[in-house]
């Protein structure tokens, strides 16, 4: 079974569309993707968005990675990316590790992690999963 690693970004519009799984494919993550997940979205409910809407949606999108991973395989993979291209943080650095690890391709709905992750790792968008059958 093909497996596809989303960042927060993604994870939250894939929860925003009602997305709930693939027979066809499994959906990986790092473990800070909860904690990226949960930051977006309280900037939402700071610039008025209604919070129990917004912990619905948090909940949602949080439960779709069948595995969040953060062993130190990951970790170690994730520090070399990082220093390898000259980042002073590993955040992205973590999920362009878990594709080259465990990954067909990263879906990044972030247009930033999209682009650090060019000619490291296959990147796509949420629309491209959608359509992958």
């Known amino acids: 079974m093909a497996v596809y690693v989303i960042d927060a970004h993604a994870a939250i519009e894939l929860a925003r569309r009602g997305f709930s799984g693939s027979d066809e494919w499994e959906l990986f993550a790092p473990t800070l993707l909860r904690s990226q997940v949960l930051a977006i979205l309280r900037s939402e409910v700071v610039t008025g968005a209604d919070p129990e809407e ?3 949606l948090a909940e949602r999108a949080c439960r779709l990675p069948r595995r969040l991973l953060g062993d130190a395989v990951l970790r170690r993979n ?5 220093t390898e291209q000259g980042w002073s943080e590993t955040y992205d650095a973590e999920y362009i590790a878990l594709t080259r690890l465990h990954g067909v391709a990263l879906i990044a709905g972030s247009d930033s992690l999209r682009e650090r992750a060019e000619g490291i790792v296959q990147t796509e968008t949420v629309d491209y999963l959608l359509n992958v059958s």
């Open 78 to 82: 994730a520090w070399t990316i990082a």
């Open 54 to 56: 917004v912990l619905d």
